[in-house]
């Protein structure tokens, strides 16, 4: 499994990745990034411009985005990075999600223009309704639309559930020494009791709780930085000069990390898209269930998802890490440390006791977030496959009871399995994204004229 999810997340899944990125920024005539302060004032002002058609706000779209898209990756997928592909990587995080504003704009597009509305007048949308109802040649869209939907109810059991209930468990364990069954019990229990109430009660939790999570983290982690402020300046140097560089050691502050510049981009690149999951085509699906009166609005909030996740909250990771001293260093056993690990003694050097209390909560709630949003994801992929409604509540339920397996058992295994069918989503709705992109460069420049009152 392990050879297989090599390949799946090698050069050309990462090339393809970041090119259509790129080829979409230009096409949109980098409106998305122009545009950016337009969508987070949309975003902090809690925009009131949507339609009647929907299930949830806007607001509550991307909070239920973030809530699935915010997870262990920003604490352990950030230190892991630096580790295995050096500091620079950290400067292909930033390269990548920069891009990836435009990937994760278009996704959402579409997944507002092609919705439907199911039995019980839900909305249900995301890339393989755009495929269905977007291609012209109706076979190909079909067939890639049943391959995303499958990767996507796997996934959702993998990366969205057994993992970060794992994550949860070893935590609580390490923090307070709680068994992994009852955190396991206790986990499975709360998510079903949100899961239960569908999309309008995960609206609202996520809109309430994952704020509070970012703000909580983002405070925690600036405290850190302002104490690391010595060595700031050279941890920020070292980034860009290892992510630029052929071949470097760190030196310094970045202990004796050694990394080329390929390796940078490499772990940087696939890191990034790992957490903020721009090209995945997941966080789209959660797009189609919001009030807008317009698919490029809510493109452009949902946009920001990319922001806030990498931009924001994985840059106060890798800044801890780069100011810290603590990249390079070895366990007891002479092995890098890295991952939450790594992370954790970061935040304990600047902060004591209280830096590893901090970490291990914010692993806690980041991870209990994407179960509840990558639940969403699993229950509108299930059924765009089964075609009936009648089967979602009993999803539900095996859901939740899944995460006391997670919590309960050993996942190598898993963990590879999970990336392998991350990586195998992201096939189908790049290629979606290519065939469709006229439509979405359409829709970009006409609701640009809508927004200069036109």
Not at 90 to 104: D, E, N, Q
Not at 182 to 208: E, M, N, P
């Amino acid at each position: 499994m392990k050879a297989i999810n090599d390949f799946v997340w090698g050069p050309v899944m990462l090339v393809l990745l970041m090119g259509t990125g790129i080829f979409l920024t230009i096409r949109l005539k980098f409106l998305p990034w122009r545009n950016l302060p337009y969508a987070l004032k949309m975003v902090f002002v809690r925009d009131k411009s949507g339609g009647e058609d929907g299930d949830i706000s806007g607001f509550q779209s991307l909070m239920t985005a973030l809530a699935a898209t915010i997870g262990t990756g920003n604490i352990v997928g950030v230190s892991t990075a630096m580790v295995m592909g050096g500091p620079g990587a950290f400067l292909w995080m930033w390269i990548s999600a920069l891009f990836g504003l435009s990937t994760k704009y278009a996704e959402s597009v579409l997944a507002v223009k092609y919705r439907e509305v199911n039995e019980n007048g839900e909305m249900c949308g995301g890339p393989m309704y755009a495929m269905k109802n977007g291609f012209k040649i109706k076979w190909i869209g079909l067939v890639l639309a049943f391959f995303f939907s499958l990767f996507t109810v796997f996934a959702s059991f993998g990366i969205g559930n057994m993992t970060q209930a794992n994550s949860i468990a070893e935590s609580m364990a390490g923090l307070w020494g709680t068994p992994h069954w009852l955190t396991g019990a206790v986990i499975a229990l709360l998510a079903l009791s949100i899961l239960i109430g569908g999309i309008k009660s995960i609206g609202r939790v996520c809109g309430f709780f994952v704020p509070k999570m970012a703000v909580f983290y983002f405070v925690m982690g600036i405290a850190v930085i302002y104490m690391n402020r010595a060595n700031l300046g050279q941890g920020i140097a070292m980034i860009f000069k290892m992510g630029l560089s052929p071949r470097a050691v760190a030196g310094g502050v970045g202990g004796t990390i050694v990394s080329g510049l390929f390796s940078s981009m490499r772990w940087g690149i696939a890191r990034g898209i790992f957490s903020n999951e721009a090209g995945l085509g997941s966080a789209p699906i959660v797009a189609a269930a919001a009030k807008t009166d317009h698919p490029s609005r809510q493109g452009y909030i949902n946009m920001t998802g990319t922001f806030f996740d990498t931009l924001v909250v994985c840059s106060v990771t890798g800044l801890i890490v780069a100011s810290s001293g603590v990249l390079g260093s070895v366990d007891s056993r002479g092995k890098l440390i890295t991952g939450a690990a790594l992370t954790m003694k970061a935040f304990e050097k600047a902060l004591g006791p209280a830096g590893e209390m901090c970490v291990g909560l914010g692993i806690v709630m980041f991870a209990f977030s994407t179960i509840i949003g990558w639940e969403y994801y699993g229950e509108k992929a299930l059924e765009y496959l089964v075609k009936k409604t009648s089967y979602i509540k009993l999803y539900r339920v095996v859901y939740s009871f899944v995460i006391f397996v997670g919590a309960t058992v050993p996942l190598q295994l898993v963990w590879n399995f999970s990336d392998t069918m991350n990586g195998l989503m992201a096939v189908p709705n790049l290629i979606c994204l290519l065939v469709l992109h006229k439509v979405v460069v359409k829709e970009c420049f006409r609701f640009e004229q809508i927004k200069k009152g036109r």
